[in-house]
């Protein structure tokens, strides 16, 4: 499972989604990006050191990030 977040401006971050594949994830900002009427002309991933991205779609003080559930890999490397 993945937790998709946006931030703000602020720097706030709200979660916008729950997905189980990455690919539902980069759907679940689409969707976001078209409720709130903003066409991004390109897509950048930044891969962060603690396994999550950071979604660069343009804008120069929001940000969308994908964050894996840790403990769900943890649960399948003990169980293994």
């Known amino acids: 499972m993945h937790t998709v977040l946006f931030q703000n401006m602020s720097g706030e971050r709200s979660t ?4 189980s594949t990455e690919e539902m994830c980069y759907r679940a900002i689409n969707e976001f990006l078209k409720e ?9 991933v930044i891969e962060l050191g603690d396994g999550s991205k950071k979604i660069d779609v343009g804008s120069w003080s929001e ?10 890999e943890v649960s399948k490397v003990s169980e293994g």
């Open 36 to 44: 709130k009427n903003y066409h991004n002309y390109y897509t950048r």
């Open 16 to 19: 916008i989604a729950v997905a």
């Open 63 to 72: 940000f969308f990030f994908i964050v894996p559930d840790k403990s769900l």
